[in-house]
């Protein structure tokens, strides 16, 4: 009897277990980004300029899916569960390394399936020391200090990282060598182009002081030669008494007529530092997805600015 209890149980139990499993795209968690229909392998990439270049290399080959929502951070993000689940499930995920994604290192991601795109040139590093810790939009508090992530506006650098997403991607989809190979180059000649206008400039420019709303410029510093010290600025904010204060105490040992801003900035920022002798650029590094134009539109944009501001003598 006992048994036979059992045995009826243990049927009941595999009738079960063979039911169709509750369709998972009628479950709802959270603000899921709508899970991938194409069949095509998923890209999954940590901020905007990999998703730029994995997007030029890749075509129609692979869906590239950059995840940030607009108007944040991406290096200060915080994906939410369901952003998460499309990491772990992608087929190649594109990292920015140099301490990017600060997330990641608190996720379980698929690390056969990662790629650090700036694995390349992590000996030569720039370590940042006793930056002061400061917010900007959503995601709360952070510091500068530790290694700089800002990689790909030095753009020898960039082309680095497009090389290893360049690598992944023929990898994940062989069938498409020969398209992503040329796309690869192509992409190539455009940052080697930014990076000669760049270092073209760095002979106008040598040691001229030059200050930038924040510091994000260290690489761009570094290969082109600028004389740049940063103060903690938002482009959207106007520079209050105590920024000018700080502004001044740095232009004592500095003497910049520049500033450098991340962003356009404020009408009256702009007058308040006319008011003292310095003009305004913008160089946006674009790490996430701009307003108008695309990462190449933008950087170029950027390269112009400088270009405009120390023209040829
Ligand atoms: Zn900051």
């Given at each position: 009897?006992?048994?036979?209890?059992?045995?009826?149980?243990?049927?009941?139990?595999?009738?079960?277990?063979?039911?169709?499993?509750?369709?998972?795209?009628?479950?709802?968690?959270?603000?899921?980004p709508?899970?991938?229909?194409?069949?095509?392998?998923?890209v999954l990439v940590a901020n905007y300029p990999l998703q730029y270049?994995a997007q030029?290399?890749?075509?129609?080959?692979?869906?590239v899916r950059f995840l940030a929502p607009k108007?944040?951070?991406p290096?200060?993000w915080?994906?939410?569960?369901?952003a998460?689940?499309?990491?772990?499930?992608?087929?190649?995920?594109l990292?920015?390394?140099?301490?990017?994604?600060?997330?990641?290192?608190?996720?379980?991601?698929?690390?056969?399936?990662?790629?650090?795109?700036?694995?390349?040139?992590?000996?030569?590093?720039?370590?940042?020391?006793?930056?002061?810790?400061?917010?900007?939009?959503?995601?709360?508090?952070?510091?500068?200090?530790?290694?700089?992530?800002?990689?790909?506006?030095?753009?020898?650098?960039?082309?680095?990282?497009?090389?290893?997403?360049?690598?992944?991607?023929?990898?994940?989809?062989?069938?498409?060598?020969?398209?992503?190979?040329?796309?690869?180059?192509?992409?190539?000649?455009?940052?080697?182009?930014?990076?000669?206008?760049?270092?073209?400039?760095?002979?106008?420019?040598?040691?001229?002081?030059?200050?930038?709303?924040?510091?994000?410029?260290?690489?761009?510093?570094?290969?082109?030669?600028?004389?740049?010290?940063?103060?903690?600025?938002?482009?959207?904010?106007?520079?209050?008494?105590?920024?000018?204060?700080?502004?001044?105490?740095?232009?004592?040992?500095?003497?910049?007529?520049?500033?450098?801003?991340?962003?356009?900035?404020?009408?009256?920022?702009?007058?308040?530092?006319?008011?003292?002798?310095?003009?305004?650029?913008?160089?946006?590094?674009?790490?996430n997805v701009?307003?108008?134009?695309?990462?190449?539109?933008?950087?170029?944009?950027?390269?112009?600015?400088?270009?405009?501001?120390?023209?040829?003598?």
């Amino acid at each position: 009897m006992k048994i036979r209890f059992f045995i009826s149980s243990l049927a009941i139990l595999l009738l079960a277990a063979c039911k169709p499993a509750p369709d998972a795209s009628t479950s709802k968690t959270g603000d899921a980004p709508p899970a991938p229909k194409s069949g095509k392998p998923q890209v999954l990439v940590a901020n905007y300029p990999l998703q730029y270049f994995a997007q030029r290399v890749a075509g129609d080959a692979a869906d590239v899916r950059f995840l940030a929502p607009k108007g944040e951070d991406p290096a200060f993000w915080q994906p939410d569960e369901a952003a998460i689940a499309a990491f772990q499930n992608a087929d190649l995920i594109l990292m920015n390394g140099a301490t990017y994604s600060k997330w990641a290192d608190k996720a379980t991601l698929p690390e056969a399936k990662m790629v650090d795109t700036s694995a390349a040139f992590a000996n030569t590093f720039i370590q940042v020391a006793d930056a002061v810790t400061h917010s900007h939009g959503p995601g709360g508090e952070h510091s500068h200090d530790g290694t700089a992530f800002t990689t790909w506006i030095d753009f020898k650098q960039a082309s680095l990282q497009a090389r290893a997403a360049s690598e992944a991607l023929i990898r994940l989809v062989p069938s498409a060598k020969d398209a992503m190979k040329k796309n690869a180059e192509a992409l190539k000649d455009e940052l080697d182009a930014l990076d000669e206008r760049m270092s073209a400039l760095s002979r106008r420019w040598r040691d001229t002081p030059l200050v930038a709303s924040h510091p994000v410029y260290h690489y761009l510093a570094r290969r082109y030669g600028m004389n740049l010290k940063s103060v903690l600025w938002e482009p959207e904010n106007v520079p209050d008494d105590k920024a000018m204060a700080d502004l001044n105490a740095l232009l004592a040992g500095h003497r910049a007529r520049w500033m450098i801003w991340e962003g356009e900035p404020a009408k009256e920022g702009v007058e308040k530092l006319d008011a003292i002798g310095i003009k305004s650029l913008v160089f946006d590094p674009c790490g996430n997805v701009p307003d108008s134009g695309d990462f190449m539109t933008v950087m170029q944009a950027n390269v112009e600015a400088l270009e405009k501001a120390f023209p040829q003598r």
